[in-house]
């Protein structure tokens, strides 16, 4: 049984910066690929950033050089280190891990709300 946690949603200030954190559990292999994902009210949940078992990461257009996603060395916590917020950001933001390209795991979610 694998299960994803976030961590580190909450009210920010635009402008600010702030951390989230996903930490799995019970997975017995190895992740080849974790990420964000977020979804605001009315939208489509979007990819945020990825980042794959040897570091590749990649990044949404809208938060390049402001968010930056990182790993623990066990690939069982991932982070996304959020910079220079807007009011844009602020959703529901997912982890979701990889297995396989075919096994995904989805945490529940921890809200952002970016105020003005």
């Known amino acids: 049984q694998v299960q994803l946690v976030e961590s580190g949603g909450g009210l920010v200030q635009a402008g ?4 989230l954190s996903c930490t799995s559990s019970g997975s017995l292999f190895s992740f080849s ?3 964000w994902y977020r979804q605001a009210p009315g939208k489509e949940r979007e990819l945020v950033a990825t980042i794959v078992g040897g570091g590749i990461t990649n990044y949404a257009d809208s938060v390049k050089g402001r968010f930056a ?4 060395k066990a690939f069982k916590t991932v982070y996304l280190q959020m910079n220079s917020v807007n009011t844009e950001d602020t959703a529901v933001y997912y982890c979701r891990a990889n297995t396989s390209p075919t096994v995904t795991y989805w945490g529940q979610g921890t809200q952002v709300t970016v105020s003005s």
Do not use: E, F, P, V
């Not at 600010?16 to 951390?19: A, E, K, P, Q």
């Not at 996603?69 to 623990?72: G, K, V």
């Open 33 to 35: 690929a974790m990420g």
């Open 69 to 72: 996603i990182s790993r623990d």
């Open 16 to 19: 600010g910066s702030l951390r």
